[in-house]
């Protein structure tokens, strides 16, 4: 699945430490790995989504980690990215499961 970013979007989520202490700054391409994984989580609508949007928890190689990526799908299915970022407590869990489940299939 191809994701596209707007330049304000991509800077959003690159500039991640400056609004948040200890944040980590992500790359839109390391987001794009996420949507590559075999192991990907979609949840659609995200739960703490306000607007409807999917979240997407996969791994990144780039990253070194497990991110969960928010997008939502235009009129014709293309996904655009919105925010991104570390997966912890249940996202980093879903993703665990989902990974374990793959592991034993």
Request: glycine share 8%; charged share 30%; hydrophobic share 40%.
């Amino acid at each position: 699945m191809r994701l596209w970013w707007t330049d304000d979007d991509a800077d959003y989520i690159r500039s991640r430490s400056a609004r948040y202490r200890g944040a980590v700054d992500l790359a839109p391409e390391w987001a794009q790995e996420v949507m590559v994984d075999e192991h990907l989580v979609e949840l659609s609508p995200y739960p703490a989504s306000r607007v409807g949007a999917s979240g997407f928890i996969g791994y990144s190689g780039s990253a070194g980690r497990v991110l969960v990526v928010i997008a939502y799908r235009d009129l014709e299915g293309e996904l655009h990215g919105m925010n991104a970022w570390p997966a912890s407590g249940r996202d980093l869990a879903l993703y665990k499961k989902a990974v374990a489940d793959d592991e034993e299939a």
